[in-house]
């Protein structure tokens, strides 16, 4: 349950600004949450927010973006300067999505085309499943100072709106089936799975890695235009 407040409103310009429902209990507990393609303007933003510690700080979001072989030859620096340039490109879609509370950057979610990631589009354990040119969900962050105000619920919901404003027929991630056990956020990074089932996602695929130490699952969900 979230106990934070779930009003947000996204804006990428091909689609109005939404409310999501609120609870009686999380009225007025927050301010609004606002959640936004990364543009250059915003960078500086993102990396405070990577900056807080953690694996955030030396991935920069780059981890999935690069083959196993590149990326085991860089440092916490290349891996910022790549994802900045990435953002400096000013593609459409962005690389992913943050969320600003107050005007504070609070949460960040990568969300875009599966074969934007290079290591996904590579991967025998995350196997492409079919044809469908599905868009993945890799990564959430979440500021220290605003966890367990279901900032990853709202960043989920944020990015289906996203792919499906940019045409994308479904949704796929790679979340922990962890059960009833507390996952640390290193592990947890790409989600959990009853996060994902409560937004509508069915499990496709178990992964099967002998180096894995939790169950991970690949699961999709079909967008309607």
Known sequence: MMTGADERTVQNGAMPARKAATTSADRGAAEPLEIVPL?????????RLFDEGGDPKTCSCMFWRLRSKDWSLTNAGETREGMHRLVDEQRDPAPGLV???SGRVVGWVSVAPRDDYERLANSRVRPKLDD?????ILCFV???????????????DAAADYARAHGAPALEAYPVDAGDRRIPAAVGYTGLLSTFEAAGFDVVHRIDSPQATVQ??????????
Not at 132 to 136: D, E, K, Q, T
Not at 142 to 156: C, N
Request: aromatic residues 10%; without cysteine.
């Open 216 to 225: 991970r699952v690949i699961v999709r969900r079909s967008i309607d235009p």
């Open 142 to 156: 979440v500021s220290k100072t605003a966890r367990g105000e279901g900032l990853t619920h709202q960043l989920l």
């Open 39 to 47: 543009t250059p303007d915003r960078w500086d933003d993102f990396a």
């Open 132 to 136: 469908v040119p599905v868009w993945s």
């Open 99 to 101: 969320a600003y509370r």
